[in-house]
């Protein structure tokens, strides 16, 4: 019985409460009348604005009734279904108090019959034992047939597994093992410290481990066969499947009921599942290693030979894998994905061991291309035959970045080292035909050359074209270190056309072709040139890499420099040979009609024939070079005193000589131009103006033609002036000395594209105070 007291406790306090609820409730419906009541007069204010509004009074008031008992409907249905909800709560809570009082009672009940029969659970004890011992006897009464068949099981398992029959074999075992296990978990059930019985089953069932170690040699030999045994019998792979199957589930049962019961069977767990994945990664290592025949020893290209043959082994592999391996295994084993990891990993473990060999820079270049470019490509893990299984964009790489680095750097230094020797044996090479007794070759447009650029350059190529098979960063370190080697190289060379040229001067007649060579030697240079550009358009394609090159040392002045001493050194022959004629100038003879300047025409055309097989930019040079000099060693014949003219009639006839041996040279050097397309520069106009100031009749006006040809000629010097006023031989002292004090006061300006012609002409050892004299 519910005592009445909390009730009636709860009953005035529910009323206390009621009691503040109702004032507050009060207040509020004042406060709302108040509200109701302002509204209304705004409403009313509203609708009442005009005095037309008014006759419409009643119809306001029967709206406004009808909305009033519209809210009164509605709130009274609220109110009624709230009603409603109440009645329910309070009847559902009376139900739950009566259902509580009956589980209490229940709840007593329960716990006397639990006191009672105490006593009676613990004179069961004896029965509970024997239905123990009975349990184990009616095993041990079921596994009577299969404990005294064992030897005879054995020995058909046996034979099932040596004519290959596995599936049949393995169920065999299964049942041997099933009776061994379940002897062993009753005896340790019963008596878990009792080891002699244990001892005594294991070693009845002792073959049962061995028949299950036999057994699993056959499961791995196929296993490791597994990519030719999925071609030609892919049941017995199905089948080893099936038996690893088989014991994946036992251990799981075995390893479950160990948690409950602590007993495990011998042997257990067999764990075949891992066993197999660890077998074919053995197997794909072993696969791999034995591709490679051959050794450095026995054949040079025995490293890429090795890796040709790893692409189509891993290639044919993974195709049979992902066509029929899968179709053998349960999904669940993701046995592509599985095997391509392996693959991955042995191929990565034998890079790893490729790439710490001492390996050759070509050997280095194999190794990179087939890591970095042939295994993602088409002809590997890109191969449509494996999409969409392999995606080559989430491959991890083979070799370690810092592995590829370190190889990289091995490999520009051993190219390094390979180039430099290439190169010099490259110039070694070239020097041996310098001294032959027969031409050099003429490329296609006829112009002489030797092998040396077409070697250089070749080697250079070679090179590049492998380096651009590993990486583009690779290529441009490659470009650069050929840039840099051959800047090297171009200083070795310019040293060993010096000692040719040395050479030869010392022995002119030796060697029989040197001006055949030397026009070779500066064709040479030009044709570097060009493949250095050709080099550098064809490997340099980005604006940054551009940029790199350009940072290198620049060879085009080396390059112009060896091809100035060759053109320099040609020059040297030509005049040692008109070294004799032009002595001739500017003496008696030649007054009285000599035929020096025919002969250094004759002479410069014939040499200039021979140097036509030098390429235009360097034979435009020497020809502009060659009149220069003629026209200086000219005036060197005239400023030199040779000769001094006696009368008019002598500086006339001499000045006119003078003038059309200026034109004859200046035919000569227009003539040998002609191809150019461009005018000579107007050195023989020198001659002329010197004629000029030699011809002039009036002494009076040789200051002014002396003074034209200083302006003309800014490098012209006083020794030089007072040469040519004692060439005149008419001058008077006090005459040269006021034309030179004069000329000194107001020295002219040279113009910046003015090419100096007097400036290399020395005057003989008189000083100008002799000169005056």
Known sequence: MLSLEPRCEQHCWWRGHDRRRDSASFVAMKETDREAVATAVQRVAGMLRRPD?????????????????????????????????????????????????????SLADVSKDWRQSINTIESLRDVKDAVVRHSQLAAAVENLKNIFSVPEIVRETQDLIERGELLQAHRKLMDLECSRDGLMYEQYRMDSGNARDMTLIHSYFGSTQGLSDELAKQLWVVLQRSLVTVRRDPTLLVSVVRIIEREEKIDRRILDRKKQTGFIPPGRPKNWKEKMFAILERTVTTRIEGTQADTRESDRMWLVRHLEIIRKCVLDDLIVARNLMVQCFPPRYQIF????????????????????????????????????????????????????EVDVGVLEPLLSPNVVSELLDTYMSTLTSNIIAWLRKALETDKKDWVKETEPEADQDGYYQTTLPAIVFQMFEQNLQVAAQISEDLKTKVLVLCLQQMNSFLSRYKEEVQLYREEHLRKRQHPHCYVQYMIALIN?????????????????QHDTEEGVSLSQPSMDGLLDAIAEEGCSSLLEEVFLDLEHHLSELMTKKWLLGSNAVDIICVTVEDYFNDFAKIKKPYRKRMITEAHRRVVQEYLRAVLQKRISFRSAEERKEGAERMGREAEQLRFLFCKLASGFGEEMDGHCDTIVAVAEVIKLTDPSLLYLEVSTLVSKYPDIRDDHIGALLAVRGDASRDMKQTIIETLEQGPAQASPDYVPIFRDIAVPSLNVAKLLK
Do not use: F
């Open 524 to 540: 040479n240079c030009q044709t570097l040139k060009e493949s250095i550009v050709s080099l550098k358009r064809k490997y340099l």
């Open 53 to 105: 509004q008014l006759e419409k009074g009643e119809q306001y008031c029967r709206r406004e009734a009808r909305k009033k008992a519209s809210v009164e409907a509605r709130l009274k249905a609220a109110i009624q279904s709230q009603l409603d909800g109440v009645r329910t709560g309070l009847s559902q809570l009376h139900t739950a108090l009566s259902d509580v009082q009956d589980i209490q009672r």
């Open 337 to 388: 994905r599985s095997l391509l990891n392996v693959y991955h990993q042995a191929l990565s473990t034998r890079m790893q061991e490729l790439a710490s060999e001492d390996l050759e820079a070509n050997e280095i270049v194999s190794l990179l291309t087939w890591v970095l470019n042939t295994y993602t490509s088409a002809e590997m893990m890109g191969n449509v035959e494996l999409a969409p």
